[in-house]
């Protein structure tokens, strides 16, 4: 369903980079889910604030949540993930360098620590574990 790439963190800026390849087998789980938006939003609310001070990070207002963690969710699922930080995210990329056919990856933008790096990953896991309970 996916695979998480180059994932070798240094205290350098932008030492905490990786990528996910995302397969067609992930993109037929999302689109038999039924996820949507909605729920991306829902799981921001209920989930950000451990996210957050789980990664050494102050918690929000709920209300304020979304400003923080971000996930915009398309026909590949979370086709991008934000975390606090220089506009440090991930987002999806159809033609990245490697792809084999049916592939395509969410690219990292300004992940500069591994504290972003592993709020990212937190928030995609959670992803991706739902999506490999949807059967085939």
């Not at 993109?27 to 604030?49: F, H, P, Y």
Request: proline fraction near 4%.
């Amino acid at each position: 369903m996916y695979k998480i790439k180059s994932w070798l963190p240094s205290q350098r800026p932008n030492g905490a980079a990786f990528f996910i390849v995302l397969t067609d087998k992930f993109r037929k789980a999302v689109e038999k889910s039924n996820l949507t938006q909605e729920n991306m939003d829902a799981l921001i609310r209920n989930l950000g604030n451990s996210i957050l001070s789980g990664h050494g990070q102050s918690e929000v207002e709920k209300d304020l949540l979304l400003c923080h963690l971000r996930v915009k969710w398309g026909e590949y699922g979370p086709e991008h993930i934000s975390v606090p930080g220089n506009a440090c995210g991930l987002d999806i990329d159809t033609h990245f360098v490697g792809a084999l056919p049916g592939e395509v990856a969410l690219m990292p933008h300004n992940v500069d620590t591994i504290r972003q790096a592993s709020m990212l990953l937190s928030i995609f896991i959670y992803i991706a574990e739902v999506l490999e309970t949807v059967d085939e």
